[in-house]
């Protein structure tokens, strides 16, 4: 719609600028990095530690095709440009949008149409491998089973990782702890980040971005960062949005011409990850002793992230026919779809993205 509305001149093009978005956008992207580190939880990773292992591996098989194996279609600075957004969330995109936005503006367009992509080939995808594993594990539901489960597992660990706080936070009395206090805590971890980049590790030339995600992570573990802090403040949609204005201001700044030049190569891209990620959860499944359909839904979950899931999750309890067939259903699913979002989606494709783009 904004494609079409900015080519025809229905939509004004200044509109996002205008309205300060692009600022709150800018904002965003810097904290989301911090905010996704927060919310990296060791013990569920190592205890679903093959799950892990098999969405790192797949997502680096995926990264190296590529940026290795494209290059003769698509170009080295597509080839490179690709495997981070589309391993990644909003956040990613706009990481890579705006990394070469100074040096290579006519790709600065491209991570956006990948994140608009990202649900038409990912969704159908998850959707059909979950049904079929949701079957699998109906067909051998026990009764007996534990139960303890919440019906929303996804809300439930939420709500888990929110309130198991250790260190500096836990001590800070609840009556302070508004939505000023969360965005200002994320504000001082991101401050932080800067302040340690300029002055300490500049000659080093590390990427802005890794740096805030470690300083995220070790903060959060070490008990100085309320785990995810802007679901806390509710802020999470308005910056969400902000996101959402970058990508409205790089469309109405790119020719249309150019944009429609993207299109075959989106296509090309989303078609091959779609395809090695498939083999690759075929293989987990084969090397890790579970289902096919359980390793493609792991490994295709990776392009995509919360709360898309979430929302496939519902969908598939929808299977069961008791509440107990439900909770057990959701209690086996929401591994699979937890992993690659915490893992991938939020982590690693902000790490391969600030690699990729000092290539381009």
């Not at 706009?94 to 040096?103: L, P």
């Not at 929110?162 to 805590?185: D, Q, R, W």
């Not at 084969?286 to 979430?310: D, T």
């Amino acid at each position: 719609f904004c494609i079409i509305g900015f080519a025809l001149n229905i939509i004004p093009k200044d509109f996002v600028v205008n309205s300060n978005m692009t600022a709150v956008g800018t904002i965003a992207f810097n904290v989301f990095v911090i905010h996704n580190a927060t919310m990296i939880d060791i013990s569920f990773l190592k205890e679903h530690s093959t799950d892990a292992i098999a969405c790192i591996l797949g997502s680096l098989i995926l990264t190296c095709i590529l940026a290795l194996c494209t290059k003769g279609i698509l170009g080295q600075k597509l080839s490179l440009l690709s495997p981070g957004p589309v391993l990644g969330s909003g956040a990613s995109c706009a990481i890579a949008s705006y990394s070469v936005k100074s040096t290579h503006p006519e790709l600065s367009v491209y991570p956006w149409m990948i994140f608009m992509f990202q649900g038409l080939f990912s969704v159908p995808v998850v959707t059909w491998a979950l049904k079929r594993e949701a079957k699998i594990i109906l067909n051998n539901y026990n009764d007996s089973e534990d139960e303890t489960c919440a019906l929303n597992p996804i809300e439930n660990n939420k709500r888990s990782n929110l309130l198991h706080i250790n260190g500096l936070c836990k001590k800070v009395p609840s009556a302070y702890k508004t939505p000023a206090y969360y965005l200002g805590t994320i504000m001082i971890a991101n401050i932080f980040s800067k302040y340690l980049y300029t002055e300490f590790l500049t000659p080093y030339k590390l990427n802005t971005n890794v740096i805030a995600l470690c300083i995220g992570f070790i903060f959060a573990q070490l008990g100085f960062l309320d785990k995810a802090p802007l679901n806390k403040s509710d802020s999470f949609g308005l910056l969400l949005m902000g996101l959402m204005g970058l990508m409205a201001n790089t469309l109405a700044n790119t020719p249309l011409d150019s944009i429609l030049s993207l299109f075959g190569p989106i296509i090309f891209v989303f078609s091959v990850s779609t395809l090695v990620l498939i083999l690759c959860g075929i293989a987990a499944g084969r090397l890790f002793g579970y289902s096919s359909y359980r390793g493609i839904a792991l490994m295709a979950n990776c392009m995509m992230g919360f709360p898309v899931n979430e929302m496939l999750l519902q969908n598939v309890a929808k299977l069961a026919e008791s509440d107990s067939e439900k909770e057990y259903l959701a209690k086996q699913i929401f591994p699979i779809l937890n992993t690659g979002t915490m893992l991938i989606v939020n982590t690693i494709s902000i790490l391969i993205v600030s690699i990729m783009v000092n290539f381009i």
